[in-house]
């Protein structure tokens, strides 16, 4: 019986050690921008502020200009952008959408949907992952 014990009791703190060690990480990796291309001349990048209600910045870019700057949190989980902004190659068309979703203990992920016109070509997306986050 004291052998189980043992080795029940080694088990659990091995998986304590773990666990907070994957928490260590996870903070680390909080306000890490994440880029991600989206078309083939623009690209996001989504940032956590690792503020208490889990802020979220998402920078939509072509090169080195950023056409909408948007924010979310867990008081707004979701943002529409209210009129096309872009240039001569890329638009970001009125309505495209972001939307935070909270994966309990395993942080947050960002979802865009909508349309982005980029060298006369429309694409159409849905749910694309721009990020997540374990804060």
């Known amino acids: 019986m ?10 659990l703190t091995f998986a304590s050690v773990a666990d907070a060690q994957t928490t ?3 903070q680390k990796s909080c306000g890490e921008a994440q880029t991600t291309s989206i078309t083939p001349n623009s690209e ?3 940032t956590s502020q690792n503020s208490i209600n889990n802020t ?5 870019k072509t090169g080195n200009a950023t056409y909408w700057t948007a924010m979310l949190s867990t008081a707004g989980i979701d ?4 009129d096309n902004r872009g240039n001569a190659v890329v638009t970001f068309q009125k309505g495209l959408s ?4 909270a994966n ?4 947050f992920t960002i979802f865009l949907s909508g349309k982005i016109t980029d060298d006369s070509t429309e694409y159409s997306l849905t749910g694309a992952v721009l990020g ?4």
């Open 104 to 107: 309990g203990s395993a942080g």
């Open 24 to 26: 260590i990480d996870n």
């Open 56 to 60: 979220i910045v998402v920078a939509f």
């Open 2 to 11: 004291r052998k189980i014990v043992l080795v029940i009791f080694f088990t």
């Open 98 to 101: 972001i939307h935070m979703t």
């Open 44 to 46: 996001t990048v989504t």
């Open 79 to 82: 943002v529409s952008l209210s």
């Open 132 to 135: 997540t986050f374990l804060c």
